[in-house]
């Protein structure tokens, strides 16, 4: 009898001892596939824009075609409430969009400083044409995130959508830029925007969004 008890015991300690590392084993694997935000962010994260180059030529040949200082045109155009001479304004809007050129040229040349300080003189300086203002909140958004300075991303990616516009294409990953901002100082707030990108079917990152959940 004392021997049976003594091997019951032994039996039952021995249980004891595979459950817990079996329990230890789960949590090791566990650990090993949760990935920090610093990971998610590495694999998860383009700091590109597709067509950059394209849109930058886009607007390099309205540089080109404007009409410059012609004084002796008369043509007048109403321009911010005052009437002035149409030669004046081609000067103005030369000047706008070159301003604009040379950040998004920034940008492409992974200038981040650079490009984020000639974008906020952009946006500080024209909030019109509506199209141009937006293009450039998001690529200061962009630079901003780029260079780690999350709370100016998060400003002008939150700026750039929820004002209207047709550009469903930067409007979709500007959805996705800012949820993996927010990873890197508010992934709960993350979770949630991710949950909410994986349940639009017209989101080009609904799946990534998914998998994205999976690791929060």
């Known amino acids: ?16 001892q595979f459950s817990l590392f079996l329990f230890l084993l789960s949590l090791l694997i ?8 610093e990971q998610l962010f590495e694999q998860h994260y383009t700091n590109t824009v597709p067509n950059t180059k394209e849109v930058i030529s886009e607007y390099a040949r309205l540089i080109i075609s404007s009409r410059g200082d012609n004084s002796k ?6 321009f911010q409430g005052e009437r002035i001479a149409k030669f004046e304004f081609d000067i103005l809007e030369k000047a706008r969009v070159d301003t604009l050129v040379q950040g998004l040229k920034m940008f492409d040349n992974s200038k981040w400083d650079d490009a984020q300080t000639q974008l906020t003189k952009y946006i500080k300086r024209y909030n019109q ?10 690529y200061l958004a962009k630079s901003s995130l780029n260079n780690q300075d999350y709370a100016n991303a998060l400003k002008y990616y939150d ?13 979709d990953m500007a959805s996705w830029d800012n949820a993996i901002c927010y990873l890197m100082v508010d992934p709960d707030k993350a979770k949630t925007l991710f949950e909410n990108i994986a349940g639009d079917n017209g989101s080009s990152y609904s799946d990534e969004a998914k998998a994205m ?3 929060l």
């Open 73 to 78: 045109d008369t043509a007048t155009v109403v």
């Open 213 to 215: 959940i999976s690791y």
């Open 159 to 171: 700026e750039f959508t929820n004002t209207a516009g047709d550009n469903h294409e930067l409007m």
């Open 129 to 138: 044409p509506l199209d141009d203002y937006k293009l450039a909140s998001f």
């Open 30 to 37: 566990f650990s090993s596939c949760k990935q920090s935000p």
């Open 1 to 16: 009898m004392n021997n049976t008890m003594k091997s019951n015991t032994v039996l039952k300690n021995e249980t004891i």
